[in-house]
Nanobody, 115 residues
Framework: QVQFVESGGGLVQPGGSLRLSCAAS????????MGWYRQAPDKQRDLVAS???????TYTNSVKGRFTISRDSAKNTVLLQMTSLKPEDTALYYC?????????WGQGTQVTVSS
């Protein structure tokens, strides 16, 4: 069973930046499209960004131009570079395949944007 381990979250002021990292066992990053998802309190978990094995990326409208998803298949990691963070970006961030239909969710990493 694949396990995802997300890291890099924290408390940041509005306008700040964070870089999230997702590690997983096996070679799934070379096989599947990957996504970063987030879940704010009392809201459903939504896709934030995705990247195919060929490197094609998509973003939800609210993060376009601010977030960048990338992958390093050799290191089995997927990254999410977040800039110009806003309070509404506050959420628990997860990675998984895209679509997230194959593996269980990890623990996520908390991102809090607050002054």
């Amino acid at each position: 069973q694949v396990q995802f381990v997300e890291s890099g979250g924290g408390l940041v002021q509005p306008g700040g930046s964070l870089r999230l990292s997702c590690a997983a066992s096996g070679s799934i990053f070379r096989i599947y499209a990957m996504g970063w998802y987030r879940q704010a309190p009392d809201k459903q978990r939504d896709l934030v960004a995705s990247i195919t094995t060929g490197g094609t990326t998509t973003y939800t409208n609210s993060v376009k131009g601010r977030f960048t998803i990338s992958r390093d298949s050799a290191k089995n990691t997927v990254l999410l570079q977040m800039t110009s963070l806003k309070p509404e970006d506050t959420a628990l961030y997860y990675c998984n395949t895209f679509p997230a239909t194959r593996y269980d969710w990890g623990q996520g990493t908390q991102v809090t944007v607050s002054s």
